[in-house]
């Protein structure tokens, strides 16, 4: 190739990949997966005003923090927690070697799967479920088993890993945010040691930006080795009032966008909203019996009640999940 | 010009540009205040180790987590730790309106400015201090009187603003770092919401990058706002053995490079130099008297004795200061 055909030949990839680069009708959607409507628009006009350096709303990237709920709004929680079937699972596996447990009545009920008791035990209730079955190893071998137990475990109605079952609009949406500047965190009633060893993977958000419940932890040295111990007692509760703590707490800064989906996030949407400048609050409405589930007022996992009631008054955006959402999970591999 | 000129200022301009950008003998040394030394060699060469990926010992930019202890390593910890100096400047300010106080030998040292006293009661016998000048206000609040007397407080020697007695080939250290893709952590004994007002601004560390010690904090709604109040309560001790669990707690991962200057230092050096692959500790030895200062085994702030023992044990890099280090802090404005 001569030199005038070289450069016009260069100078022709230069033209094509511009115009791939500058032409957005070419650019796919980024979120393709909700339908057009009210919610979709909310979303895209927050992000507009808060990102464009022209906007009166304008708002610095080391400050554009969103905070997500993990249960419920960013996977799948019924029939129960992720998390509390690993901890059934677990307290199956290890009941041989614990006769005692038959005399406690959560631990029994766990042991024979009596969900009626555990879902009317409520989070105090639970506490003792929790520290058998997630505290006395080292934070590594928790991470060990959690892994090894999502790994092979299925939701018993979809017959998927958890990690599978989460929702395809929320997972645009997190890399919508991302790349328009801001830092996203998942700020859960969920325990933070049971969520961190997946959440980079899955949602693309590292172990630092996990806020979570925890149990104690203290360091020691074993044999010469330093180690940490995770202890069977609680450490902090990430639920309800507890959520702007631990917001607090992790991030050290408010939010401008808060996303849930039931009323132990109503005090994270509260916290967030009432900052000065453009503020965004988003409550996921399960309405979708047909394709995953329907409940809110009366549900024992994922009680949607008076957050329903002050997203009306607060103007805070609700998505209804049927009518929003063009699919729920992303496809099977 | 013509076609060919044209054409030919272009290419010199490139041709230009590509030379500034692939020669490294024209860049400035990003270790500038560092002398070449084993201190300065051994951080480039780890740098090098775990940054190439080449090299056998690559770690992906994800997992370059380095942390470094504030008070000491950072900026100046004599002769008292700064936010010591905060909290008799807060317990004078305020003891006009709680002649109760003086019945409290602790209080009544810090109002008469009995430094011995304060010196020996050691951070549990400092609590009280803590909890009359750092509670019972909301973080907002708290922030704002921060920052109001860092504006305006002068260290007794130096009689320079207190955030301008930082270490500049620390600052110099921070950025390289992060220049080679790593995050940058501190995690202090000092209060994680006394640092965080003014982090970002002098090290370029954000708030959430911030781990330290906190008193507990309560989210209410006081006339339909939604309010977090600081409790006079301790909820966490981030020194000693606290800071792997608060490392542990925040940032989720081991880091792979800590640095500090005393014993409190000790199990966070320990916790990062134990893990697999590539690690680096360093201490800071203060041994200048005449620019700083200098002390180790004997100090009441920055005792260093075990940590320095260990240091030897451990093979982890320690920084003369004196001979390591061409300037301590930034030229004056």
Do not use: C
Request: proline letters at 6%.
């Amino acid at each position: 190739m001569g030199f005038l055909a070289r450069a016009s030949a260069i100078a022709a990839l230069l033209v094509s990949s511009l115009g791939l680069l500058s032409s957005p009708g070419a650019a796919a959607d980024p979120l393709a997966s909700w339908n057009e409507g009210p919610a979709k628009a909310a979303i895209q006009a927050f992000v507009k005003r808060v990102s464009d350096p022209g906007s009166t709303d304008f708002v610095a990237p080391a400050q554009r923090i969103a905070v997500f709920d993990n249960d419920g709004t960013l996977w799948v929680e019924q029939p129960m927690y992720t998390q509390l079937a690993f901890a059934l699972d677990r307290v199956r596996e290890l009941a041989p070697q614990h006769p005692e447990w038959r005399g406690t009545p959560i631990l029994r009920a766990a042991i024979e799967g009596d969900l009626k008791t555990l879902a009317a035990a409520g989070a105090e209730g639970l506490a003792e479920l929790v520290m058998v079955t997630h505290a006395g190893m080292t934070p590594a071998a928790f991470h060990k088993i959690v892994t090894d137990w999502l790994a092979t475990a299925e939701h018993p109605r979809f017959k998927r890993k958890y990690t599978d079952l989460v929702y395809q609009p929320m997972l645009e949406l997190l890399a919508y945010l991302r790349a328009n500047g801001f830092t996203t965190y998942i700020v859960s009633g969920g325990g933070i040691e049971f969520m961190r060893p997946w959440t980079e993977k899955v949602y693309g958000i590292l172990p630092a930006q996990v806020v979570g419940s925890s149990i104690k932890t203290k360091f020691e040295m074993v044999d010469g080795t330093p180690t940490l111990v995770r202890l069977p007692a609680v450490n902090f509760i990430d639920d309800g009032a507890g959520k702007p703590v631990g917001i607090n707490q992790h991030i050290g800064q408010r939010p401008i966008a808060a996303f849930g989906n039931s009323d132990g996030d109503l005090e994270m949407l509260q916290w967030t909203t009432a900052g000065a400048g453009a503020r965004f609050g988003l409550i996921v409405h399960h309405t979708d019996a047909a394709r995953e589930y329907a409940y809110d007022r009366t549900s024992s996992f994922g009680h949607l009640d008076t957050a329903l009631d002050a997203a009306a008054a607060q103007n805070w955006t609700v998505v209804d999940m049927k009518a929003d959402w063009k699919t729920i999970f992303p496809p099977a591999p």
